[in-house]
């Protein structure tokens, strides 16, 4: 600035018309001045010095040396400054976004595809099904009254281990005890009449006979000795209706005895009780349907699985293969079971049709307990070393060919899926009503930089990888599964 330099020296009041005390006697006070700053000015023939006063409401005249007060900016108001400050940071701001968009767009404003790619690699391929059931007891037994009455004693409860015959429950016998009674007086009733209808039929006989010996000397008529004869058929009748009566009456007391033995409700196996529906107090009735009072596992250690199969994979599924499966308590842990059955009947549904499949399950730890959902996977095939790419290859469609496409291609029902770098994602495979054993698909690859379309022979798949039947591809060869747009 001319070679001018200039530093702040003070700032503070001054009375109007007072000189100033600074070392340069050039300084002149302005009049009518509340705020001042001083500065001094060292130029090579002399110190100078100036008062700037602020711009308030009006700001006041500023007299001094004219070459100081345009080096120090006093011949313009400050908000002019800044005014110019704000259009000089704007125009800054303005280059920079126009050189962002230049970079972004020198490519003929089209952004960079780059491509993700995979390796064909061999691999141990295990294609499965998936379902879902219920983890129940492999035997279990309802136990429930046959008799009526109410309820005394409950011996055991929930979680109890029992033995095959221990009272679980005793219903009052007081009226089983008098139906006993009843019956074994019905029983004594029925010999006493069979004793009697035997009196009869002795005291029938001796007179057929006497009248026989008689109508032979004729001394009697016919007539006679034919009354004497029916009269001993009807006590022999007697006879043999008496002992039918006294077959009834001990049935009758057999099955009084039997249901005075029913008022002990005994457990019929081995196991523990899993559920409980009785109180002591309570009034159980023996009807058509009997009341389950408790339900009884007969080992936990061993338990099975049921489970809905779809009907579309109910094809791949035979008895004898093997499974995992994992529940929500233990989401981190397999549990290994087997197909034991498949029924061939159906299990209706309001919207899919599927097959109940039957899976055993060792439960030795004591982990799995009854009720628990699970989600079941049946390996059906297992191919060790088998040439596979990853399914996202298979799905993989250049942007391209994917805009030229008026319909979707031929088996794909849905149609693609656009993704990050203008590449499309077809459908996978298992969504083809058209996908069998081994269909025809495609891949890319990359060559000179661009995808280069290669049609390969799919065969089975996990879901994550499949196999490839076809000698398109070799091991190690790198196929797209991605495509992400980016810029240079």
């Not at 001094?40 to 009006?58: G, L, M």
């Not at 109890?160 to 019905?186: H, M, Y």
């Not at 499966?325 to 599927?354: C, E, G």
């Not at 039957?358 to 996977?377: F, I, K, Q, Y």
Request: hydrophobic share 40%.
């Amino acid at each position: 600035m001319n070679g001018i330099d200039t530093s702040d020296v003070g700032e503070g009041p001054l009375e109007a018309g007072a000189r100033s005390d600074c070392i340069c006697p050039r300084a002149e006070s302005v009049s009518g001045a509340t705020d001042f700053r001083i500065r001094r000015v060292c130029s090579p023939s002399a110190s100078r010095f100036v008062i700037v006063i602020p711009n308030e409401a009006a700001s006041p005249e500023v007299r001094g040396d004219p070459e100081v007060l345009r080096t120090l900016g006093a011949h313009r108001p400050r908000s002019r400054r800044w005014l110019l400050r704000g259009v000089t940071l704007l125009v800054v701001l303005a280059a920079a976004a126009a050189l962002a968009f230049w970079l972004r767009n020198r490519n003929g404003g089209k952004p960079r595809e780059q491509f993700v790619t995979a390796r064909v690699e061999r691999k141990d391929l295990r294609e499965t099904v998936t379902a879902t059931g219920t983890l129940s007891p492999l035997d279990s037994v309802e136990v429930g009254a046959e008799v009526t009455g109410r309820v005394i004693r409950v011996n055991v409860d929930i979680n109890d281990q029992v033995q095959a015959g221990q009272v679980l429950v005793e219903i009052d016998p007081e009226q089983l005890e008098a139906r006993v009674e009843e019956a074994a007086a019905q029983l004594a009733s029925a010999e006493a009449s069979l004793k009697n209808a035997t009196a009869t039929v002795k005291e029938a006989e001796l007179k057929a006979t006497r009248m026989r010996e008689l109508h032979q000397r004729g001394l009697v008529s016919s007539q006679e000795l034919e009354t004497a004869e029916a009269a001993l058929d009807r006590a022999q009748a007697q006879v043999a209706t008496a002992k039918a009566q006294i077959t009834v009456a001990r049935a009758g007391l057999k099955a009084a005895k039997t249901n005075r033995e029913k008022a002990l409700i005994r457990s019929p196996i081995d196991g523990i009780v899993l559920a409980r529906t009785v109180e002591p107090g309570q009034t159980v009735t023996a009807g058509f349907q009997t009341p389950v009072l408790f339900t009884i596992a007969r080992d936990l250690t061993q338990m099975r699985l049921l489970i809905d199969v779809d009907e579309a994979d109910v094809g791949k599924v035979r008895e004898g293969q093997e499974a995992t499966f994992v529940v929500d308590a233990y989401p981190r842990q397999k549990f290994a079971s087997k197909v034991l059955r498949l029924n061939n009947m159906p299990k209706p549904d309001s919207t899919v049709i599927t097959y109940e499949a039957l899976l055993s399950v060792d439960n030795r730890d004591r982990l799995l307990r009854p009720g628990m959902t699970a989600t079941a996977t049946i390996v059906t095939s297992h191919k060790p070393g088998v040439l596979t790419v990853p399914n996202a290859a298979l799905r993989f469609e250049p942007a391209a060919k994917a805009a030229t496409q008026d319909r979707p291609r031929p088996g794909l029902p849905l149609p693609g899926i656009r993704i990050g770098g203008g590449g499309t994602r077809r459908p996978p495979s298992g969504a083809r009503p058209d996908a069998g054993p081994r269909r025809q698909e495609t891949v890319y690859v990359l060559e000179a930089g661009q995808p280069k379309a290669i049609p390969v022979q799919v065969g089975g798949s996990d879901g994550q990888i499949s196999e490839i039947v076809s000698d398109a591809l070799r091991e190690g060869m790198e196929v797209i599964v991605d495509a992400v747009e980016t810029s240079e």
